[in-house]
C-alpha cells in the first residue's frame, strides 16, 4: 500500500507542477502571446462575434467555470454563478442579477440534469451553451454530479476547445493548445486513479449522499450502501427507519470500509449515521459539491480527494491487517496440547 501511495504521490507531485505551467499559460506567459483581435461578426450561436474583448463565459458551478478558464486562458473572461461550499446547491435560486449575467454571455456552460436548471433558462439563440449533461447523454433524474467523471471531463473539455474556436478562429491553435496541457495533466489524475484501484482492491464505500459517485466508481470502489437510503438521499428526503437501520448495520459490521459525507447535504440523518460511523471505528471523508475556494482548478481539487482517499484506504487496510493478525499465545506446555484436539472435536 505504501508503495502505492508513493506512486500516487509521485503522479500528484508531477501533476502540480503540470497544474503551475498551466495556470501560468492561462495568465498569459505561456502558449499564443498574440493580442484578440477584431473578428467578423455574425448573430449565430456558436460562430464569431465582432469583439476584440475576451469571449465572456458564465458558468452555473465553479467545477465547470475553473475548467472554462483552463482551456479559454488569455482569451475568456470567466464567472462562476455558484462559487462557494457553504451554499446548498440543490436548494439554490438564481436571483435577477445572476440571470442578467447568463443572459449577457457569450458562452454558458452548465451541468444539466436537472442540477442547473436555472441556469439555461435564459440562454438565447444568441449565446453558445456547453453542457455536462448534453456531452455524455445524462438525463433529468440521473446522478448529476458529473464533474467527478472522467468521461464527462474529457468531454466538456472538448467542446469548450471547440465552442471557443469557433468564436476566436484565429486563436484555434492557443485553444488547442490550452486543451492539450489540460489533457496531460488529467491523464496523470487518471494514471494515479489507476494505481489506487490497483493498490485497494474490494475497497467499499457507503455514503450519506451520492456526490462523489462517479469519482469512486472510476477508482474501483464498490457502493454498498443500502438502496433504500441511496434512493431516499436521490429524492431529498429523509430514509425511512427501517433504510436507516439497514445503513447502520452496514457501519457497525464495517461492511464499508469508509463512509462518504457530503457536508452540504447535512441533516439529522446524516449526522446520526456519521455518529455511527466514528463510533464504529469507520472512517469518514467529506466531500463537498461546490469546489472549494483553496483550489484553483477541477483537476486540482480531485486529485486531492484521491490522495486523501488512498491515505484514508491504507489506514483502514493497516488496522484491518491489525485486528486480523491472532495474538502470540506464547510457548504451550504438552499438557494443553494434548487437550486441544478433544475440545475442538466437543464443540
Given at each position: 500500500?505504501?508503495?502505492?501511495?508513493?506512486?500516487?504521490?509521485?503522479?500528484?507531485?508531477?501533476?502540480?507542477?503540470?497544474i503551475?505551467?498551466g495556470?501560468?499559460?492561462?495568465?498569459?506567459?505561456?502558449?499564443?502571446t498574440?493580442?484578440?483581435?477584431?473578428?467578423?461578426?455574425?448573430?449565430?450561436?456558436?460562430?464569431t462575434?465582432?469583439s476584440?474583448e475576451p469571449?465572456s463565459?458564465?458558468?452555473?458551478?465553479?467545477q465547470?467555470?475553473?475548467?472554462?478558464?483552463?482551456?479559454?486562458g488569455?482569451?475568456v473572461?470567466?464567472?462562476?454563478?455558484?462559487s462557494s461550499?457553504?451554499?446548498?446547491a440543490?436548494?439554490?435560486?438564481?436571483?435577477?442579477?445572476?440571470?442578467?449575467?447568463?443572459?449577457?454571455a457569450?458562452?454558458?456552460?452548465?451541468?444539466?440534469?436537472?442540477?442547473?436548471?436555472?441556469?439555461?433558462?435564459?440562454?438565447?439563440?444568441?449565446?453558445?451553451?456547453?453542457?455536462?449533461?448534453g456531452?455524455?447523454?445524462?438525463?433529468?433524474?440521473?446522478n448529476?454530479?458529473?464533474?467527478f467523471?472522467?468521461?464527462?471531463r474529457?468531454?466538456?473539455?472538448q467542446?469548450l476547445?471547440?465552442?471557443?474556436?469557433?468564436?476566436?478562429?484565429d486563436h484555434?491553435d492557443?485553444?488547442d493548445?490550452?486543451?492539450?496541457?489540460?489533457?496531460?495533466?488529467?491523464?496523470?489524475l487518471?494514471?494515479a486513479m489507476?494505481?489506487?484501484?490497483?493498490?485497494?482492491?474490494?475497497?467499499?464505500y457507503?455514503?450519506?449522499e451520492?456526490v462523489?459517485?462517479?469519482?469512486?466508481?472510476?477508482?474501483?470502489?464498490?457502493?454498498v450502501?443500502?438502496?433504500?437510503?441511496?434512493?431516499?438521499?436521490?429524492?431529498?428526503?429523509?430514509?425511512?427507519?427501517?433504510?436507516?437501520?439497514?445503513?447502520?448495520?452496514?457501519?457497525?459490521?464495517?461492511?464499508?470500509?469508509?463512509?462518504?459525507?457530503?457536508?452540504?447535504e447535512?441533516?439529522?440523518a446524516?449526522?446520526?449515521?456519521?455518529g455511527?460511523?466514528?463510533k464504529?471505528?469507520?472512517?469518514?471523508?467529506?466531500?463537498?459539491e461546490?469546489?472549494?475556494?483553496?483550489?484553483?482548478?477541477?483537476?486540482?481539487w480531485?486529485?486531492?480527494?484521491?490522495?486523501?482517499?488512498?491515505?484514508?484506504?491504507?489506514?483502514v487496510?493497516?488496522?484491518?491487517?491489525?485486528?486480523?493478525?491472532?495474538?502470540?499465545?506464547?510457548?504451550?506446555?504438552?499438557a494443553t496440547?494434548?487437550?486441544?484436539?478433544?475440545?475442538?472435536?466437543?464443540?
Open positions: 500500500m505504501k508503495t502505492a501511495l508513493r506512486r500516487i504521490g509521485r503522479h500528484a507531485a508531477a501533476l502540480a507542477g503540470i503551475a505551467l495556470l501560468v499559460a492561462g495568465c498569459g506567459t505561456g502558449g499564443s498574440a493580442s484578440p483581435t477584431t473578428e467578423p461578426s455574425t448573430s449565430s450561436a456558436g460562430e462575434s465582432a476584440s469571449i463565459v458564465v458558468a452555473s458551478i465553479n465547470w467555470g475553473s475548467l472554462a478558464k483552463q482551456i479559454g488569455d482569451y473572461d470567466v464567472t462562476s454563478i455558484l461550499s457553504n451554499v446548498e440543490h436548494d439554490f435560486e438564481a436571483q435577477g442579477s445572476d440571470i442578467a449575467k447568463l443572459s449577457k457569450q458562452v454558458v456552460v452548465a451541468n444539466g440534469a436537472g442540477y442547473d436548471a436555472w441556469a439555461t433558462k435564459s440562454v438565447t439563440k444568441q449565446t453558445a451553451l456547453v453542457t455536462a449533461a456531452n455524455v447523454g445524462a438525463a433529468d433524474g440521473d448529476p454530479h458529473l464533474w467523471s472522467k468521461d464527462a474529457n468531454a466538456v473539455a467542446d476547445a471547440d465552442t471557443f474556436s469557433k468564436l476566436r478562429p484555434r492557443y485553444f493548445e490550452q486543451l492539450s496541457k489540460w489533457q496531460t495533466q488529467e491523464k496523470a487518471e494514471t489507476g494505481d489506487f484501484s490497483t493498490a485497494h482492491k474490494g475497497a467499499t457507503a455514503a450519506t451520492s462523489a459517485y462517479y469519482l469512486l466508481a472510476d477508482l474501483g470502489m464498490k457502493d450502501t443500502p438502496k433504500g437510503f441511496a434512493q431516499a438521499a436521490a429524492n431529498g428526503s429523509e430514509p425511512a427507519p427501517s433504510d436507516l437501520t439497514e445503513m447502520q448495520k452496514v457501519l457497525e459490521s464495517q461492511e464499508a470500509s469508509l463512509l462518504v459525507n457530503n457536508p452540504q447535512s441533516s439529522d446524516t449526522n446520526m449515521i456519521t455511527v460511523a466514528h464504529s471505528d469507520v472512517a469518514v471523508v467529506d466531500v463537498t461546490q469546489m472549494p475556494e483553496d483550489y484553483a482548478t477541477l483537476t486540482d480531485i486529485t486531492a480527494l484521491v490522495k486523501t482517499f488512498d491515505e484514508t484506504m491504507d489506514q487496510e493497516q488496522t484491518k491487517g491489525t485486528q486480523d493478525t491472532p495474538p502470540d499465545p506464547g510457548p504451550r506446555s504438552s496440547a494434548s487437550e486441544s484436539p478433544s475440545s475442538s472435536s466437543a464443540q
